[in-house]
């Protein structure tokens, strides 16, 4: 651990914030990374390329283990041995890195810390966290979350650069998700959400957000101001709302699986994508492969 560069310490450390014995998807992990400004530009390769990169060598210096791969022989799930989680968690704690809270350590949050860990549902915690500088929180939980406990950690001015909900049992999305101007990450992943607000539109600093496994099937047309937007991760979506916008999120490099409608008319804002790296259509009929071509 000594001998890593700091922003690799940096990677390392932010595995305390999951749970111990936690497989962490690899994807999940690097886009986290990014948002925190942990990866730093190398030349003639995207971030994620080199957040690979960057979980490659703390595998080969066996400081963390894959605990699967996929198909094609990539990190599809990792995680910390048991030993040098708790090695992490004190480090974390004595840097003031994050803090992790559950019913079974109830430590009254006390400190300045970056990062928050939330293993609970309740609104106890709000105080404290009202009174820090949080960049990142995680809620790991199969507790219900209450309305009022999401609206308050919304209706704070945090500086929050990624906000992750993924498995939690989280039902409804306040408005007042557009408070949150300077994230970079958002998860949904595995909840009970069926719509985003149109606040979202606000967010003109996100650069990944995830829906996946939700009933979220359709995205409010605000989404199309998110100019930032790299990462767009779906089960699938329509292109109804998106098909005369889709071309003005210039930095998307994935888009999940677009549902198409019979005029086509959304294939043809896919010229305008020159960051485009991954692609998936559905519905689509034998009149849409002339357009998709000179696409």
């Known amino acids: 651990y000594d001998d890593l560069p700091y922003n690799l310490k940096s990677c390392l450390l932010y595995l305390g914030m999951y749970p111990e014995d936690y497989d962490v998807k690899s994807d999940r992990l690097i886009t986290q990374w990014i948002a925190e400004g942990f990866v730093k530009h190398e030349r003639d390769k995207i971030l994620v390329e080199v957040a690979q990169e960057y979980l490659a060598e703390l595998i080969r210096r066996n400081l963390v283990q894959v605990s699967l791969f996929s198909i094609d022989g990539k990190f599809k799930r990792c995680r910390v041995h048991g030993s040098l989680h708790n090695m992490i968690l004190r480090k974390i704690k004595d840097t003031g890195f994050s803090q992790y809270i559950d019913e079974h350590d109830q430590i009254l949050l006390s400190g300045m810390f970056r990062r928050l860990t939330i293993a609970m549902g309740s609104n106890d915690l709000m105080e404290s966290i009202e009174r820090s500088r949080i960049r990142s929180i995680l809620i790991i939980t199969d507790k219900r979350l209450s309305e009022h406990f999401i609206s308050r ?129 559905t519905n689509f009929k034998g009149h849409h492969g002339s357009t998709l071509s000179s696409s």
């Open 153 to 281: 950690i919304l209706a704070e001015q945090m500086p929050l650069k990624v906000l992750d909900f993924e498995g939690a049992r989280l039902y409804h999305v306040p408005e007042n998700l557009g408070n949150l101007i300077h994230l970079k990450y958002l998860s949904f992943r595995n909840t009970q959400v069926q719509s985003l607000p149109k606040s979202i539109g606000k967010l003109q600093n996100l650069e990944t957000l995830d829906v996946r496994q939700t009933r979220v099937f359709e995205l409010p047309m605000e989404i199309s101001k998110l100019r930032k937007l790299q990462h767009l991760l779906a089960d699938f979506i329509s292109s109804i709302q998106l098909k005369d916008s889709l071309g003005g999120m210039t930095s998307l490099q994935k888009i999940p699986s677009l549902r198409m409608d019979d005029d086509g008319v959304v294939i043809r804002e896919l010229e305008k994508l020159k960051q485009l790296r991954g692609l998936s259509i």
